[in-house]
T-cell receptor, first 115, second 115 residues
C-alpha cells in the first residue's frame, strides 16, 4: 500500500515549456486535491476533484489544468510554465467529499523550478 | 469565509521544554480543525483533528490541542519537546460544509528544538 505517489520528484523547466505532474493513490479514495506550497504562504489549493469525473477550481487555478483520469489518478498540467509557478506541488486524497471530516493524505511532493 | 492565523512563523524551544504553537481560526460555521506536520522534504501528515465532541484532542507523538470556541483558538501543545519534533506545523480549517473535505491552511510554524 503505497498511499499517494507523485512523479516526478524534481523538475526544471524553461519559461513557456509545458509539463504534467502525475498523482496516484491506492486507497480507493473518492476525492483528490492539488496544492502548491510557497514560503510564508502555507498550502494553497489549485484544483480538486470531489469524485471521479468531476473537477473544480480552488484558490489559485490560473495557469493550471487538471484531469481526473480515473478514480486512482489526478494529473496537473502546466501548459506554459512561468517563473511564478516555481513551487512545491502536493497531491492529496481523502475518502469522501460529502461534508464529512475525512483526513487528507498527502504525497511526497514535486519540486518545480521554472527558469 | 473560513481562515486560519498561525502566530509565529518560527518557534524555538529547548529539548524537554513545553511546545506551544498557536492557531486562531475564523469560521462562519462550526469548525472542523486540523493540525498537520511536515518533516523536511516530506509531505504533510495528520497530527490530530477536532470535529465534534471532546474539546481536548490527543494526537500522535504526544501532541494535543484544545478547541476553545470562546477564544476561536486551537493551539497545539506538547509537554516535553524532543529533537525529532523539529518540523513545520500547519493548522487548517475545513473550508465550508458544502465543500466537503476542502481545507484552508495557515502559513505554518517552523519548530526548532535546541539540544
Amino acid at each position: 500500500n503505497a498511499g499517494v505517489t507523485q512523479t516526478p520528484k524534481f523538475q526544471v523547466l524553461k519559461t513557456g515549456q509545458s509539463m504534467t505532474l502525475q498523482c496516484a493513490q491506492d486507497m480507493n479514495h473518492n476525492s483528490m486535491y492539488w496544492y502548491r506550497q510557497d514560503p510564508g504562504m502555507g498550502l494553497r489549493l489549485i484544483y480538486y476533484s470531489a469524485s471521479e469525473g468531476t473537477t473544480d477550481k480552488g484558490e489559485v487555478p490560473n495557469g493550471y489544468n487538471v484531469s481526473r483520469l480515473n478514480k486512482r489518478e489526478f494529473s496537473l498540467r502546466l501548459e506554459s510554465a512561468a517563473p511564478s509557478q516555481t513551487s512545491v506541488y502536493f497531491c492529496a486524497s481523502s475518502l469522501t467529499s460529502g461534508g464529512t471530516q475525512e483526513t487528507q493524505y498527502f504525497g511526497p511532493g514535486t519540486r518545480l523550478l521554472v527558469l | 469565509a473560513q481562515s486560519v492565523t498561525q502566530l509565529g512563523s518560527h518557534v524555538s524551544v529547548s529539548e524537554g521544554a513545553l511546545v506551544l504553537l498557536r492557531c486562531n481560526y475564523s469560521s462562519s460555521v462550526p469548525p472542523y480543525l486540523f493540525w498537520y506536520v511536515q518533516y523536511p522534504n516530506q509531505g504533510l501528515q495528520l497530527l490530530l483533528k477536532y470535529t465534534t465532541g471532546a474539546t481536548l484532542v490527543k494526537g500522535i507523538n504526544g501532541f494535543e490541542a484544545e478547541f476553545k470556541k470562546s477564544e476561536t483558538s486551537f493551539h497545539l501543545t506538547k509537554p516535553s519537546a524532543h529533537m525529532s519534533d523539529a518540523a513545520e506545523y500547519f493548522c487548517a480549517v475545513r473550508t465550508a460544509p458544502s465543500s466537503g473535505d476542502k481545507l484552508t491552511f495557515g502559513t505554518g510554524t517552523r519548530l526548532a528544538v535546541r539540544p
